[in-house]
C-alpha cells in the first residue's frame, strides 16, 4: 500500500472517529482530518499535474509540454558533468600509459609492404634487370628478411621515448578532444532524438512518485496540524 494511499486513510479515519467520540473532541479531531485530507489530495494532485493534463487547470502535464527542454537539459547536464574537455584530457593521459603498441606491431602483417616494394622495384628501371634473374619471383626469398627487418625498425619507433611523447601530445590536442567532444555531442542528441514524450513521461513519472510520497504524506501531516491548531484557537 503506497504512502500517499495510507495518509488518505489516516485523515478520512480522523473524520469519521470525529462523529463517534464526545463532542469535546470533535472539532479538534474534525478539524484535523479535514486539513490532513486537503494537504494530501492537493500534494497527490500536484504530483498527477506533473504528468498529466488536467481540464481547466493552466500548467498541469508540464512534464510532456516541456519535453523538448527536458531532453535538452539531460543533453547539458551530460557534456558538462561527463564529457568536458579537461575530463576527456585526462581520461586520454590516464589511458596513455597503458598504450603498448609493440604486440600490435609484432603480429601485423607486412607482406602489403613487401608486395608495394617488390612492385616499386619492378617499375623502375631495374626492373628489367631483375627480370633477367626471375622478376618477381627472384625477390620473393626477401619477404621473410625485409618482413621481420620492417617489424623491428616499426617496434623500436613505437617504443622510443619520442614517439610516446608524440602520441601522448597528439591525443592530449586540443582538436581531437574538440572533434571527440563534438562527437559525443552529435551521439548525445541522436540517441535522445529516439525518445518519445511518453517514454520520458514514464521513466520520469516512475523515479519521481516513488520518491514524492512522502511529499503527499507530509502535506497530511502539516494539514493536520494546522487543521488541529486552528480548532483549538477557533
Known sequence: ???SLLT???????????????????????????????????????????????PFLYGSGVI???????????????MKQFFTKEQLEAFFHKEE???DLVPLVENTDFSPAFDALSKTVMESKFGGAVSLFGGESALEGLR???????????????????FKAQLEHHIQGSALSEDMLVSIDE?????????????????VQELIKEHLGWLVVWGGVFGGLIGLLSAVVF
Open 1 to 3: 500500500m503506497s504512502k
Open 8 to 54: 488518505d486513510l489516516f485523515s478520512i479515519l480522523f473524520i469519521g472517529v470525529a462523529f463517534v467520540v464526545p463532542q469535546a473532541y470533535h472539532d479538534a479531531l474534525l478539524f484535523t482530518g479535514l486539513f490532513a485530507l486537503s494537504g494530501a489530495v492537493t500534494n497527490q494532485l500536484a504530483i498527477h499535474m506533473l504528468f498529466e493534463k488536467v
Open 64 to 78: 510532456e509540454k516541456n519535453f523538448d527542454t527536458f531532453k535538452l537539459s539531460i543533453k547539458e547536464m551530460m
Open 97 to 99: 600509459q597503458k598504450i
Open 144 to 162: 621473410e628478411p625485409f618482413s621481420n627487418k620492417l617489424r623491428s625498425a616499426v617496434s623500436a619507433i613505437v617504443s622510443s621515448s619520442v
Open 187 to 203: 551521439l548525445i542528441t541522436k540517441r535522445l532524438e529516439e525518445l518519445s514524450p511518453a517514454m520520458v513521461k514514464a521513466l
